[in-house]
């Protein structure tokens, strides 16, 4: 069973960076893909950013791309974003995923097993 832990979420200023943690607990972290979802009031969920297991390819969000950056450090079972140039509408609870190897497309939430609790991110204009 995988459990993941997010942390790093806060009160930032426009323009401002964060960068939030997620430490993956249980089974082999490095056969997941990894993924970063997020959810403002009264929004569904939207992905955001994912990293695939094995050779790292990114994916992303077009809203975030260039902002924000998805890392994964498999020694370390923790997968990161870095966000900067954060924006008002980046204010969300952030969440952290992880998929197996064969998943779906990795921008749909249903594909991903494993969920973590969320982190608050939210941006002051």
């Known amino acids: 069973q995988v459990q993941l832990v997010e942390s790093g979420g806060g009160l930032v200023q426009a323009g401002g960076p964060l960068r939030l943690s997620c430490a993956a607990l249980?089974?082999?972290?490095?056969?997941?893909?990894m993924a970063w979802f997020r959810q403002a009031p009264g929004k569904e969920r939207e992905f955001v950013a994912a990293?695939?297991?094995?050779?790292?390819?990114?994916l992303y969000a077009d809203s975030v791309k260039g902002r924000f950056a998805i890392s994964r450090d498999n020694a370390k079972n923790s997968v990161f974003l870095q966000m900067n140039s954060l924006k008002p509408e980046d204010t969300a609870v952030y969440f952290c995923?992880?998929?197996?190897?064969?998943?779906?497309?990795?921008?749909?939430?249903?594909?991903?097993?494993?969920w973590g609790q969320g982190t608050q991110v939210t941006v002051s204009s």
């Open positions: 990293i695939s297991w094995g050779v790292p390819m990114t």
């Open positions: 995923a992880a998929a197996p190897p064969r998943a779906g497309p990795l921008t749909r939430h249903g594909n991903y097993d494993y």
């Open positions: 249980g089974r082999t972290f490095s056969s997941y893909h």
